[in-house]
């Protein structure tokens, strides 16, 4: 069973005296522990989805259950104790100005609690700790950087020990240093802590990097849902391919045929091999790679070349790439 689960869900809007539809028959599952992405271009929906799971948002059609309880039907205190097991991370940090990290922490608990007591301090350091900035627990945001803004906001989301860690495009305000320490942040809460986590973001690289599946929206509707491998390199909609192609390599024009063109996909040790030359050792082809890279999905390497072979013993070559793990497609 889902952890959390959307069930032909639509929102609309009311605007200026007229309706917008923000989602429309959205209906996808969100498994426990995982990391999963919710990707589109700026007005697709997604920070809508999101809003949805901690009901500050409520769906103008269908229903939202986490842990299979129908969120939409909890009464103000119910509704209370459950968005106090969800965290929730935001662009823009959300810190009051007037608060040290320590206290922006600590007034988490407030929030959920009438008093605290010394085992919350001393978990506000542990969790300030834990994201890297026992030497700034008594600063106020104005003296932090971006990345720190983001991990006094992450510590404040656990404060409570959630479940399920919410984040809206976490690291869209944050330079590329910041962005990949927020990053490798979340994706060892996620190892660690067994948290499940939901990332809104327009940047397929952060799909990349940190999620496990993605579903991706396009003017308010589920345009595909899978597993990042899957959506990267067996799009089947427009929306996820455009997310994509910049992600991975094209072959470069060159005139006259390109009907001996491969593209190959393979993964893990795979990766660590000589795949390629293992498959054309002692057969009659000739080949040239015409682009490439090696990168990873969630720290599982993965390697994608686009090669031209010709020769009699392309099908053979074919067939030992194919044995060895390798995917290999047809580029034309």
């Known amino acids: 069973m889902s952890?959390?689960?959307?069930?032909?869900?639509?929102?609309?809007?009311?605007?200026?005296?007229?309706?917008q539809d923000a989602l429309s028959g959205v209906s996808?599952?969100?498994?426990?522990?995982?990391?999963?992405?919710?990707?589109?271009?700026?007005?697709?929906g997604k920070s809508t989805l999101v809003r949805l799971i901690n009901r500050l948002e409520t769906p103008t059609r269908?229903?939202?259950?986490v842990n299979g309880v129908d969120i939409g039907k909890l009464k103000a205190a119910q509704l209370s104790a459950v968005r106090h097991k969800l965290g929730m991370i935001f662009q823009a940090f959300g810190l009051l100005s007037s608060k040290t990290a320590r206290q922006n922490v600590l007034f988490?608990?407030?929030?959920?609690?009438?008093?605290?007591?010394?085992a919350d301090h001393q978990r506000v350091d542990d969790l300030l700790a834990r994201v890297g900035l026992s030497d700034h627990a008594d600063k106020y945001p104005s003296q932090l950087s971006g990345g720190q803004k983001q991990r006094?906001?992450?510590?404040?989301?656990?404060?409570?020990?959630?479940?399920?860690?919410?984040?809206?495009?976490?690291?869209?305000a944050l330079d590329p240093e910041a962005t990949q320490g927020v990053l490798d942040l979340l994706a060892?809460?996620?190892?660690?802590?067994?948290?499940?986590?939901?990332?809104?973001?327009?940047e397929m690289d952060v799909v990349r990097q940190?999620?496990?599946?993605?579903?991706?929206?396009?003017?308010?509707?589920?345009?595909?849902?899978?597993?990042?491998?899957?959506?990267?390199?067996?799009?089947?909609?427009?929306?996820?391919?455009?997310?994509?192609?910049?992600?991975?390599?094209?072959?470069?024009?060159?005139?006259?045929?390109?009907?001996?063109?491969?593209?190959?996909?393979?993964?893990?040790?795979?990766?660590?091999?000589?795949?390629?030359?293992?498959?054309?050792?002692?057969?009659?082809?000739?080949?040239?790679?015409?682009?490439?890279?090696v990168s990873e999905l969630k720290s599982v390497p993965y390697g994608h070349l686009i090669v031209d072979i010709t020769?009699?013993?392309?099908?053979?070559?074919?067939?030992?790439?194919?044995t060895r793990g390798v995917r290999v497609e047809a580029l034309i």
Do not use: W
Not at 30 to 41: L, N, S, T, W
Not at 269 to 283: F, I, K, N, P, Y
Not at 311 to 322: F, K, N, S, T
């Open 3 to 19: 952890l959390i689960r959307f069930n032909d869900v639509s929102k609309r809007f009311a605007l200026k005296g007229r309706t």
């Open 108 to 118: 988490a608990l407030k929030l959920a609690q009438k008093s605290l007591t010394d």
């Open 210 to 293: 940190i999620c496990d599946c993605v579903a991706v929206l396009e003017e308010g509707r589920l345009a595909e849902v899978g597993t990042v491998a899957q959506v990267l390199f067996d799009p089947v909609s427009d929306a996820a391919r455009a997310l994509g192609k910049h992600l991975l390599p094209h072959a470069p024009a060159i005139s006259g045929a390109a009907d001996t063109r491969l593209r190959l996909t393979y993964f893990g040790e795979v990766v660590t091999g000589d795949a390629l030359s293992a498959a054309t050792q002692g057969a009659d082809v000739r080949f040239s790679i015409l682009a490439g890279q």
């Open 311 to 322: 020769g009699a013993d392309r099908a053979l070559v074919i067939e030992r790439l194919q």
């Open 62 to 65: 269908g229903t939202v259950e």
């Open 152 to 172: 006094v906001a992450i510590a404040r989301a656990l404060a409570n020990a959630p479940d399920i860690l919410l984040c809206d495009e976490p690291t869209s």
């Open 28 to 44: 996808l599952g969100i498994a426990r522990g995982e990391v999963f992405g919710i990707i589109g271009p700026s007005g697709s």
């Open 188 to 202: 060892e809460l996620n190892r660690d802590l067994g948290l499940t986590v939901v990332i809104v973001t327009h």
